[in-house]
């Protein structure tokens, strides 16, 4: 099973994506968590990214497309694997298109997650609290969902196209969210 799963800040895509990973044994793969990560241990891609990161704008396209055709290219990922916070603009949808074209993997599906604002907001604000992740403030949280809004929602429409689109609910129990997505994805 080769997934996407997509929606906007907080909308819960970490939590299913963890969810189906274990009901399917594939890696869930977040290029969030990547680059947190690589900012942990300082590495030269950590330090690369740190500064767009905490303004909540996007890690240049160059950056980010090379590490998502490394990982896809990890034994682990050879059955399968759901991305989560990737593709995030047109640029990144093609590079996508080239790497699974490269593997000779097609996509099954993409998962869209769909919350109104209020409940994205309070969210995000109580994992500010939890988390502290130094993009959580109120000037890079902003930034994000306008980026969301600008270049990412309108890929949705792209995958819609190609007949691959599923959207969910993000609000509820996340066992019944994920119960809905295993069953309509089979
Ligand atoms: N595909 C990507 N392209 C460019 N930058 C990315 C990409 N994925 C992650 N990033 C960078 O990492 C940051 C954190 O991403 P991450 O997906 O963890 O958080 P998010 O956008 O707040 O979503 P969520 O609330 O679902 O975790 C982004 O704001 C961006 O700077
Ligand atoms: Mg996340």
Redesign the pocket.
Known sequence: MRLLIM????????TQAALLSEHYGIPAI???????YNIKNKTELGVE?LA??????????E??NKI?KDRLAMDDAKNGWIL??????AS?VEALDAILADLGTPLDAVVALDADHDVLME??RK?AEIEG?S??TPE??A??LD??AKETAPLLAIYDGRGLLKTFNGVGSVEDIQATIVAELG
């Open positions: 929606g906007p800040q907080g909308v819960g895509k970490g977040s290029t969030g968590d990547i680059f947190r990214a767009y990161i905490n303004k909540g704008e996007l890690v240049p396209d950056l980010t998502v989560d916070g990737y593709p995030r603009n990144q969210r995000m994992r992740r993009d959580d890079a949280i930034k994000r980026v969301y």
